[in-house]
């Protein structure tokens, strides 16, 4: 669907625009109308029904794990659902058979989400943690391949950076790292929603995400890829009753973990979160994620010349096109933070970050709106 086309009626599903001018999808995404309807439903269901429509949310949840799974082009039994990125970085962390001798590769721009459990895996199993040091904010792959051995167990990177949205080479970094006899996991938040992801293309072993930025979706929502061939190799650290292959069964027994990703489901699941993110992934597939990639660049571009004509103002992130995305890091102020909170006073939502701004438009934004802030910043950095 062509969004410059439908931009009036794209825009009348976001009842944020009615108040500000949100430049903010790095940190949380604002929920469209057809989202906050169908979380509203199963809400209203449980209100006045109890759980007698559980196994129609039990049947949605299912198909909602069929559309994640076209979405990134995986396999409905590689996806668990779990409450945030943080919890399926977990999962794999505390599952993965740990031997005295392995490395663990990470890099000093990740998000703690993505530092924290392997570092307590480290010290608990006397592990040796390998750190690629950034360039001038950017990851280079000869650093990567330099740290990588055949010790390697995992190599944990975000596909792209939070603070300043360097979006690293999965591909090549797959490759690299399967060839060491490693396993590569990325942190799939900053990406998931304004980028194709082809996890078969990019050949990752694990991917973790939360819905509640670039995808649109509630708060608590998020899900867990596994390769299918990896999904017996990896040990639940928590488990519940829908661990089991036959969970509605509630009888004494042994456990029989699920043959696919639903054995890292421990407990109850978040329909509302659920039907919610299901339904902001229906709006994103309508209009095409290469699409929406298209429109966010075109917005990017526009903020990008922009700031290169304010006085004292630079791009930090990077300007080649493979590491380009939704996310700009501006530099030059004396006092980022200060910038931001007088920038809502107006109504104009952004975030500092790393000492600089951080600027993230989303495929329903408009050139009105970059121009807005561009102005914006053009009278403050001038007062």
Known sequence: MNIEGHIDELRAQFPVIKRYTYLNHAAVGPLPQRVLDEVSRINQDKGYSGGLHW???????????????????????????VQNTSVGLSIIANGLNWEKTD?????????????????IQAKRHRLVTKTVQNRNEK???????EKIDR???????????????FKVDLQRLSKLAHENGGYVITDAVQSLGQMPIDVKKLDVDF????????????????????????????????????????????SYRTI????????????????????????????LESFGIHNIERRIRELVDRLIIGISELKGLKVLSSLKPEHRNGIVKVGGLESPDEVVTKLKEDNIVI????????????FYNTEGEIKQLLDALSFLTQS
């Open 256 to 283: 029989n973990p699920a043959k696919n990703a639903r054995r890292f489901e421990h407990g109850q699941i978040n329909f509302p979160g659920i039907a919610g993110m299901r339904a902001a992934i229906e709006i």
């Open 139 to 145: 990851l280079a792959m000869e650093d990567f391949e």
């Open 55 to 81: 196994m129609d949310w039990e049947e949605e949840a299912e198909e909602t794990r069929k559309i994640i799974a076209r979405l990134i082009n995986a396999h409905p039994e590689e996806i668990a659902f």
């Open 103 to 119: 490395n663990i590769v990470i890099n000093d721009l990740e998000f703690p989400s993505n530092l924290f459990p392997w570092q």
């Open 351 to 362: 975030s500092s970050r790393a000492g600089g701004l951080r600027i993230s438009p989303h």
């Open 207 to 250: 991917l973790a995400t939360s819905g509640y930025k670039w995808l649109l979706s509630p708060i608590a929502t998020g899900f867990l890829y596994i390769k299918k061939d990896l999904i017996d190799e990896i040990e639940p650290s928590i488990v519940g009753y829908r661990t089991d292959e036959n969970y509605h069964e509630y």
């Open 151 to 165: 010790h390697t167990k995992i190599v944990a990177v975000s596909h792209v950076q939070f603070s300043n949205g």
